[in-house]
């Protein structure tokens, strides 16, 4: 092949490329339009049909979206500066004030004619919070708050416990699955996660920890790994893994924030505690890893070594807002590829994204009768199971508090893992991942350099673990054998 032909080839493939690109643009510039219209429909729809529907359990004095939520001597308040683009949740007790984060994309997320015009209103748009927000946060961080605040504030729709007398009382919505399964939680007299224990018949000498993804489970894990552990590994470990909560058998609160806050303190309660662990592994994938760096930064001498899958660690730009930079990442708002497309629907569009779980997830059994049906039930159903096994409240703020909403404190975290633990870190991640680009462990290595990062080929963000469980399990062993001798 001549020098020419190839000129003509490497500009052809150029042109198709910008040509390929173009035309994503504008059959995403259509069909995002239209989705932000049946979103808007749908808000529509679901506030009369939520009314129409709940309204007989709405008692006087309980919580509605508006305002607050309160009970035995303390509550809730939401609050949003400017626009409802920076929120706050404030907790109030007799005792303490205490504010926590929410994401602001749980409230702003520009239209795809926004995002593509990039027009100087979204510079108008950014909050930042008024003097008395920023008072009362100085004085609850030195302790001199008041009894009663004032809040000058817009108050951002949110919470939809509801209360009988002073208890919360786990009420399945209409929109969610009311079975056993999903629903197990509410039979039980503990508030704590469902935990997947593993152990030897003496006692284990170290634990592991094992946490798992976005709309996943802790099957993800005992149907592949805890089977094809070494003999001598199994008398060895205890492996704890968990559903994390609003998944699977784990409590699914509605009234839940699903805050990095609330998902850390329930693993600690319900595995560091309950479980009476001191020193353990970590192995997280995805989201769970945001979990993994936030545990491990909060118990820096009792993590022995840390093992992340696929983290979604996003460098953000000097100047940019950490998480509306992620969420553009992971839902780019483009129609190609399709796993963009899925993304960008299921993380920017609340009432779309509560359709799609009100027709798989509270049907979820006549999914599981025709998925076995199809199949004759010689497939195992656990990654589907873990895919369709909780609520969209918990997977909406679950995506949008921990993935979206950690961004600006990934950084730290990272700086912390380096600085402070001794821990060995190792990194995995498939090559052919279209969820979380493989840049965003290189970015994890280069945030801690001693971290050992391996890129698996042909592998995606499942099967990194699914189709090659026993060879991650023994490369899993080797890496808490080296910890050991160490």
Not at 45 to 66: A, H, N, Q, R, T
Not at 370 to 381: A, E, M, S
Not at 399 to 408: D, E, P, R, W
Request: aromatic share 10%.
């Amino acid at each position: 092949m001549g020098l020419s032909e190839m000129d003509v080839m490497c500009k052809t493939r150029t042109v198709l490329t910008l040509i390929g690109g173009v035309l994503n643009v504008a059959v995403s510039f259509v069909v995002f339009c239209f989705l932000d219209l049946v979103d808007l429909v749908l808000c529509f729809v679901y506030k009369v049909l939520d009314f129409c529907i709940e309204s007989e359990w709405k008692k006087p004095g309980s919580c509605s979206e508006e305002a607050i939520n309160g009970g035995g001597g303390g509550g809730k308040i939401i609050v949003s500066e400017r626009g409802e683009t920076e929120s706050e949740v404030v907790c109030l007790s007799s005792s303490r004030l205490q504010l926590e984060e929410i994401s602001d994309t749980l409230y702003s997320r520009p239209s795809f004619v926004t995002e593509i015009s990039k027009l100087a209103v979204n510079e108008l748009k950014k909050l930042t919070f008024d003097a008395d927000i920023v008072q009362l946060i100085d004085k609850a961080k030195k302790g001199t708050a008041r009894s009663t605040i004032t809040v000058n504030s817009t108050i951002v729709k949110m919470l939809r416990g509801r209360m009988i007398g002073q208890h919360l009382y786990p009420i399945t919505r209409w929109s969610d699955c009311d079975c056993h399964f999903c629903n197990s939680w509410t039979y039980s007299t503990k508030d704590t996660l469902f935990v997947k224990v593993e152990s030897p018949k003496d006692k284990a000498r170290e634990d592991v920890l094992f946490i798992h993804g976005f709309v996943s489970s802790s099957a993800f894990w005992t149907e592949t790994l805890f089977p094809n552990f070494s003999t001598k590994a199994k008398s060895t470990y205890r492996f704890l893994a968990v559903d994390l909560l609003g998944f699977a058998r784990s409590p699914k609160p509605n009234n839940s924030l699903y805050t990095l806050r609330e998902h850390v303190e329930m693993i600690e309660t319900s595995v560091l505690e309950a479980y009476g662990v001191e020193s353990f592994h970590i192995v997280a994938h995805s989201l769970g890893c945001i979990l993994a760096l936030a545990i491990a930064v909060k118990h820096p001498g009792s993590v022995k070594s840390l093992t992340l899958l696929a983290p979604p660690y996003y460098q953000v730009p000097k100047g940019e807002s950490a998480t509306q930079y992620v969420m553009r990442q992971v839902a780019p708002q483009r129609v190609w590829p399709p796993m963009a497309f899925c993304a960008s629907v299921g993380g920017r569009y609340k009432h779309i994204a509560r359709t799609v779980s009100l027709i798989l997830c509270k049907n979820h059994r006549l999914w599981d009768f025709l998925f076995k049906l199809i199949t004759r039930n010689k497939i195992r159903t656990y990654l589907l199971e873990g895919f369709i096994r909780h609520t969209h409240v918990a997977s909406w703020h679950t995506l949008h508090n921990i993935i979206f909403g950690t961004a600006g404190k990934l950084d730290r975290y990272l700086d912390v893992v380096r600085d402070r633990l001794n821990c060995d870190v190792n990194v995995f991640h498939g090559k052919d991942d279209e969820v979380i680009p493989l840049e965003c462990s290189y970015s994890v290595q280069r945030r801690i350099p001693r971290a050992r990062v391996k890129v698996v080929e042909n592998k995606d963000h499942i099967t990194i673990v699914v189709g090659r469980q026993k060879v991650f399990a023994r490369e899993l062993e080797e890496i808490w054998n080296k910890t050991t001798r160490s």
